[in-house]
């Protein structure tokens, strides 16, 4: 199953972007969708998840309040509203979908079984 991402770019300091994740041409019934981000140097970290269909969501500490995610069933797609964006939140951003999980399980991204080829994200000061 293949996910893609779109929506990533330049943007500064306290702007916003949208990112999206579909599967294209395929239904897809994966319990949990979710964003993982990966800056140069640095290992992969959690930063959003939702149920597909109960539409419970977790978030990153470091994104509360900024972020949040969303889905459109319809649409078979996932999104990630960014605002306030920080230098810091600069990181390739890959859509993940994964089966049934725990809450504490969520910011695994072992329990993920497809991703993205992921959407650069570059916040300038």
């Known amino acids: 199953v293949q996910l893609v991402e779109s929506g990533g770019g330049l943007v500064q300091a306290g702007d916003s972007l949208r990112l999206s994740c579909a599967a294209p041409?395929?239904?897809?019934?994966?319990?949990?969708w979710g964003w993982f981000r990966q800056a140069p140097g640095k290992e992969r970290e959690f930063v959003a998840a939702i149920h597909w269909t109960g539409g419970r969501t977790g978030y990153a500490d470091s994104v509360k309040g900024r972020f949040t995610i969303s889905r459109d069933n319809a649409k078979n797609t996932v999104y990630l509203q960014m605002n306030s964006l920080k230098p810091e939140d600069t990181a390739v951003y890959y859509c993940?979908?994964?089966?049934?999980?725990?809450?504490?399980?969520?910011?695994?991204?072992?329990?993920?079984?497809?991703w993205g080829q992921g959407t650069q994200v570059a916040v300038s000061s």
């Open positions: 993940a979908a994964g089966g049934i999980m725990r809450d504490y399980e969520l910011e695994l991204g072992n329990n993920y079984d497809y």
């Open positions: 041409g395929r239904s897809f019934s994966s319990s949990w």
